[in-house]
């Protein structure tokens, strides 16, 4: 008697195991996943917890990047580094000093007169009423507890003020690393390329290091004038309109610009609520706020580009995601370092990619 199984099921194979060889390749790159992702989020909860620290510390770095041509150029007219990095810190302290005083006597002013301001913006916004109204009947009938139309700005001031205001400890570091780092850094640079020890890796450094202080003070000059120009523009606007204080929104205007996106929001905003109150009617509160509007759009969209070039023009939605970032990670001087890091990370993919890096001769 044959008692072989059926022909099917005597042919058929069992399904070969997975090599032990494969498991253990996937294991390993799963573990390299986990501890770079553990490293990344351990580094994130660092920076901001370490903000105080590192918020100075990286733009002062920056802004020593972006003065480092400068430094190098006048060093060749035999112009010490100790006298340029002195020269630096003092102009731009006195530069803060006479943004704080212009950008300081308008917030004051407003919070002395917050509640005569909020009386005439709740006055001025009542042709809105209707739908809030609706609204208002709406959560009634779902229960919840409706108040009627209120606008404190008090609160909203001091909240502002405070947010941008940074600590004397965060002022001090800055300007002690940017003066260091101005001081020693050819130094410093030549340390970061001898580090290496393959000739390859030393010049490959050298030409990131190189890129990175040539794109941020490119960038930086460009965009330092087309805000000048932005500035100057919107204190002739307000002025015509009949905003008061234009010089406030001028300095504004130029100090937000380097912010993309936040930055002429908050003008925005900012240009539509002091005409409302200060201006006799609502089409004559937009004017500014819709002209500021296309100056920016068309400057963001058409003329920096076109100025900046290819190779340091950022896609829109990495600048969005960086800026969201840095913004959340270490509030408004994150989101006007958000752009320097994205320039810094560019300068760095480009010369690390294979296909961008130039052979060396034989």
Known sequence: MDRRLPTQAHDAEPPAPVPV??????????????????????FCALLYFASTVFVPVTAAIIVGGVLGPLEKRLSEHRIPEWLFAAMVVLLMFIGLQIAAVLLSTSII??????????NTLQSKLQVFEGGLNAIHELQKA?????????????????????????????????????????????????????????????????????????????????????????????????????????????????ACNYIPYI???????????????????LGHAVWAPLFYLGMTTVEGNVITPKIVGTRLT???????????????????????LSVPILIIGLAIYDRMTPENEPKLPE
Not at 314 to 336: D, E, K, R, S, Y
């Open 109 to 118: 002013d407003w919070v002395k007169h917050a509640a005569e301001f909020s």
């Open 142 to 254: 779902l229960g919840a507890k409706s108040a009627g139309m209120s606008l404190d700005v008090a609160p909203i001031l001091q909240m502002t003020a405070a947010f941008l205001t940074p600590t004397l400890a965060e002022l001090l570091i800055f300007f002690a690393t940017l003066f260091f780092y101005l001081l020693g850094r050819e130094d410093l640079r030549r340390h970061l390329v001898m580090f290496f020890a393959e000739r390859e890796r030393r010049l490959q450094t050298l030409r990131i290091i190189s890129d990175v202080e040539e794109n941020l003070s490119r960038y930086f000059a460009t965009v330092t004038v087309i805000n000048l120009i932005i500035g100057v523009l919107t204190f002739i606007l307000s002025w015509i309109v009949g905003i008061p204080n234009p010089a406030f929104f001028g300095v504004l205007a130029f």
């Open 314 to 336: 950022l896609h829109p939605f990495v600048i969005l995601i960086g800026l969201t970032f840095w913004t959340w990670l270490w509030g408004p001087i994150g989101a006007f």
């Open 263 to 281: 930055g002429p929001a908050f003008v925005i905003a900012t240009l539509l609520a002091v005409g409302i109150v200060t201006l006799p009617t």
């Open 21 to 42: 060889r494969e498991a253990e390749s996937a294991l390993w790159h799963a573990t390299q996943i986990a501890i770079i992702g553990t490293f990344l989020i351990a």
